[in-house]
T-cell receptor, first 117, second 112 residues
Framework: DGGITQSPKYLFRKEGQNVTLSCEQN?????MYWYRQDPGQGLRLIYY???????QKGDIAEGYSVSREKKESFPLTVTSAQKNPTAFYLC????????????????FGSGTRLTVV | RKEVEQDPGPFNVPEGATVAFNCTYS??????FFWYRQDCRKEPKLLMS???SGNEDGRFTAQLNRASQYISLLIRDSKLSDSATYLC?????????????FGAGTRLAVHP
């Protein structure tokens, strides 16, 4: 079955450590996204990528980095510069056709819950 | 002003009740609209797209009012399993990348 897989499900980070969250999809989607969700709040966009080897900052990119070397994969690194990283991280993918008015939603992975210890 | 605003709730309703959520959006050029459902500590899942003429999927009815810039979701005959947070989602423009803006969600609790 096609889908989007995030790992690990739970991750604990020590102060000053970089950690990398994995996101893999086999939906053949061009676009991929990383969101952060804090308790009682909406999703906030960290980074997105429309195509391999290209990605753009979202609304809260500071302290995060990404790469898109393969269509299927879009890992997120939470660096030590991110001062408040404890949150629920969601990866998503979608069909992406610039200029299209089509009604494409996102498919989400099951998320990674990151906690600073 | 937030781009997408929802009443956070919670809406506490008995089984069998009809409940409606509204959502307002600020960008009048918005092109696409969705309702997502998010269970506690899980990922959001697409519930339904919202079309200009309104659309229905079983017990769920979605409507769009472009003039007033709001979207609604009506749930009839509520089930215990409907308890979740419902996210209103808007695609603000037709060009560029497929950017979606998520509301913070409305929490629904259905009780016996």
């Amino acid at each position: 079955d096609g889908g989007i897989t995030q790992s690990p499900k739970y991750l604990f980070r020590k102060e000053g450590q970089n950690v990398t969250l994995s996101c893999e999809q086999n939906l053949n989607h061009d676009a991929m996204y990383w969101y952060r969700q804090d308790p009682g709040q909406g999703l906030r966009l960290i980074y997105y990528s429309q195509i391999v080897n290209d990605f753009q900052k979202g609304d809260i990119a500071e302290g995060y980095s990404v790469s898109r070397e393969k269509k299927e994969s879009f890992p997120l690194t939470v660096t030590s510069a991110q001062k408040n990283p404890t949150a629920f991280y969601l990866c998503a993918s979608s069909i992406d056709q610039a200029g299209s008015t089509s009604n494409y939603g996102y498919t989400f992975g099951s998320g990674t819950r990151l906690t600073v210890v | 002003r937030k781009e997408v605003e929802q009443d956070p709730g919670p809406f506490n309703v008995p089984e069998g009740a009809t409940v409606a959520f509204n959502c307002t959006y600020s960008n009048s050029a918005s092109q696409s609209f969705f309702w997502y459902r998010q269970d506690c500590r899980k990922e959001p899942k697409l519930l339904m797209s919202v079309y200009s003429s309104g659309n229905e999927d079983g017990r769920f009815t979605a409507q769009l009012n472009r003039a007033s810039q709001y979207i609604s979701l009506l749930i009839r005959d509520s089930k215990l399993s409907d308890s979740a947070t419902y996210l209103c989602v808007v695609r603000p423009f037709s060009g560029g990348y497929n950017k979606l803006i998520f509301g913070a969600g409305t929490r629904l609790a259905v009780h016996p």
